[in-house]
């Protein structure tokens, strides 16, 4: 039994070292985080503005001046309307590479209000560094600070958004010239404002420090590009596992969120606003669509968006763990164990099939309960479908080794 157990964990480790097992445990993992048995509620520190079609209808009807979806006539008047209830940080998930009208004269200082902040899109390059795809600039009249951050996603193979880009290498030439996500940017200087004493939440750059990314005393450990149920990923940048805030079948209760025809209607308080990030990004569906694939299913950018921040605080904080996986060494062990406990079941059950079935689905559960309590409290991702295999492979081998027929003289 030990010599089986030992060949067959060899080869399940070596079929998930060629990424042949990669579908199956991602397509595991996103069961799991849909059942952790946890609901964290919605981050308190957040509020989202949508830009449904609703409202995308309403700014066309009132005639309204400016380019994109959400025109300067809306957005002047949405960040006066934020301002009265003085947020702690306002941030734009919505390009606007292009000029501001001329009849919105205040909007242009709105956009270089120190609490504003927007996004830009990082140019798309080769194996070479070469730049194959534009990208898309910040505002080109928010001139103070840098107040803006790269909004990529890097989506897995099957388009589900599992990682989480938080900082990459300048792009020489690039008019998104910036190291931080949009995330990251907003996180930072949250902290920055809430900091009670001098480098309490100080920013470790790991382009050039060398290490990780780190903030105050919080450790972001960057993916490696074999980490859990990742083979031979590409990890390029500086990512993390996303761990998705756990609010029930409703990912978009990660904040409070409200259209921008309910802030116009005055159908927001100032305690929804004060001191909170606002994050203003598009949910219409029919003129356009900034929808992703997570394992929660489908979910807008701006409440990806939110996501992302949210991690950043609860980390920073102390209130919530990233996501973990074991050394390779610990896991080769732990599928070892599950392939010898399904050996061990079949062999002392073998007089009794109807038990080591019942034995083998109780075995399964057991370790699926183990596997989901694992990432529910201690966000650790464990190997599930290896080891899964390995017990029902071990328990077929060992009746099959005790069953075959033999050979007579």
């Known amino acids: 039994m030990l ?13 998930r070292f060629f990424g042949l097992l990669q579908a199956m445990e991602l397509k595991a993992f996103d069961h799991l985080m849909q059942l952790r048995l946890l609901d964290e509620g919605a981050d308190p520190r957040l509020l989202v503005i949508e830009i449904t079609d609703n409202d995308l209808r309403t700014q066309i009807k009132r005639n309204e001046h400016g380019q994109g979806t959400l025109k300067d006539t809306s957005l002047n008047r949405l960040l006066m309307k934020l301002e009265k209830y003085q947020p702690r940080l306002i941030g734009l998930d919505l390009y606007r590479d292009f000029e501001t009208s001329a009849n919105e004269p205040d909007l242009v200082a709105r956009l270089n209000n120190e609490r504003f902040f927007s996004v830009c899109k990082v140019p798309e390059t080769d194996e070479k560094e070469r730049i194959v795809a534009s990208g898309i600039a910040p505002p080109k009249q928010v001139v103070k600070g ?9 989506p897995d193979k099957d388009q589900v958004v599992r990682r989480f880009l938080m900082a990459q290498e300048k792009l020489s030439g690039a008019d998104c010239a910036t190291k931080q996500s949009f995330s990251l940017a907003l996180a930072r200087r949250y902290l920055e404002l809430e900091a009670t004493q001098n480098n309490q939440y100080k920013y470790k750059d790991p382009f050039e420090t060398q290490g990780q990314l780190q903030i105050g005393n919080a450790v972001f450990e960057y993916l490696q590009p074999f980490t859990g ?15 998705y805030r756990a609010t029930g079948a409703e990912p978009e209760v990660i904040a409070k969120h409200v259209s921008l025809e309910d802030v116009f209607n005055d159908r927001l308080s100032e305690q929804d606003v004060r001191d909170k990030i606002v994050l203003i990004g598009i949910t219409a569906k029919v003129a356009i669509s900034d929808d ?3 394992p929660y299913g ?5 409440f990806v968006q939110a996501h992302m921040v949210s991690q950043i605080l609860s980390f920073v904080k102390g209130e919530r763990g990233l996501l973990k996986v074991w050394l390779p060494g ?8 599950w392939s010898l406990v399904g050996a061990g079941l079949a062999y002392y059950l073998r007089a009794y099939w109807l038990m080591v079935g019942l034995a083998g689905g109780t075995t399964f559960l057991v370790l699926y309960v183990i596997c989901l309590s694992l990432l529910t409290w201690g966000n650790l991702w464990v190997p599930f479908i290896p080891s899964a295999i390995a017990l029902f492979l071990m328990q077929g081998s060992i009746l099959f080794i005790v069953y075959r027929p033999s050979k007579k003289s």
């Open 229 to 243: 149920g990742y083979q031979g990923v590409d990890s390029g940048g500086y990512q993390v596992l996303l761990n």
């Open 146 to 154: 840098e107040r803006f951050g790269f909004v990529d996603f890097i």
């Open 3 to 15: 010599a089986l157990s030992f060949t067959v964990t060899c080869v399940l480790f070596g079929l």
């Open 298 to 302: 489908t979910m807008s950018g701006v």
């Open 292 to 294: 992703w694939s997570t």
């Open 330 to 337: 610990i896991e080769f062990l732990w599928i070892a164990c």
